[in-house]
T-cell receptor, first 111, second 113 residues
């Protein structure tokens, strides 16, 4: 168990509203990641972090921003939610061997 | 660009069978390869992690092998059970790439009693 929690676990929001998802880890891992998972697309990387205040874009970063002010927390913000951002969002960490370990996911619906 | 392919996309077997899931990748310059299990509506659970210098890893009824030169990995499940029903994904991480993996699309496995 990599000690990863995500909040909220489920959220329904309206188009145009900002949304922030939180990922929290308890084991001080340096690397953290946000993915989205959609039928027909598999898992796609949104953003990742390689340390406090150090982040970089993934393959589907448009419309998303991230922040990491503490080692244990990695926030994903949808600046103005759109229906195309309806998805399941997963946070992950990498341990010292480079293995990835995932949180339970957040199911987001944008109406 | 790394591409990861998993064959078959779906598999249905009777309980008790030994089975093999396949994962192939196009770039052999990998840091590691990892197998995951995902149950419907749930997150990904790590099953086995193989470093690039290793040839295989075992956990219980699961055995994963890695052949970098041919760009292949197999996940062997012995004596399958209905509880093994899930989607199995493999992912390969590249050298020097912040451990960012490339995922396959998965094999959906159903083990029927």
């Amino acid at each position: 168990d990599a000690g990863i929690t995500q909040s909220p676990r489920h959220k329904v929001t309206e188009t145009g509203t900002p949304v922030t998802l939180r990922c929290h880890q308890t084991e001080n891992h340096r690397y953290m990641y946000w993915y989205r998972q959609d039928p027909g697309h598999g898992l796609r990387l949104i953003h990742y972090s390689y340390g406090v205040k150090d982040t970089d874009k993934g393959e589907v970063s448009d419309g998303y921003s991230v922040s990491r002010s503490k080692t244990e927390d990695f926030l994903l913000t949808l600046e103005s939610a759109t229906s195309s951002q309806t998805s399941v969002y997963f946070c992950a960490i990498s341990d010292l061997k480079g293995g990835q370990y995932f949180g339970p996911g957040t199911r987001l619906t944008v109406t | 660009k790394q591409e990861v392919t998993q064959i078959p996309a779906a598999l249905s077997v009777p309980e008790g069978e030994n089975l093999v899931l396949n994962c192939s990748f196009t770039d052999s310059a990998i840091y590691n390869l990892q197998w995951f299990r995902q149950d419907p509506g749930k997150g990904l659970t790590s099953l086995l992690l193989i470093q690039s210098s290793q040839r295989e890893q075992t956990s219980g009824r699961l055995n994963a092998s890695l052949d970098k030169s041919s760009g292949r990995s197999t996940l062997y499940i012995a004596a399958s059970q209905p509880g093994d029903s899930a989607t199995y994904l493999c992912a390969v991480s590249k050298i020097g790439g912040s451990y960012i993996p490339t995922f396959g699309r998965g094999t959906s496995l159903i083990v029927h009693p």
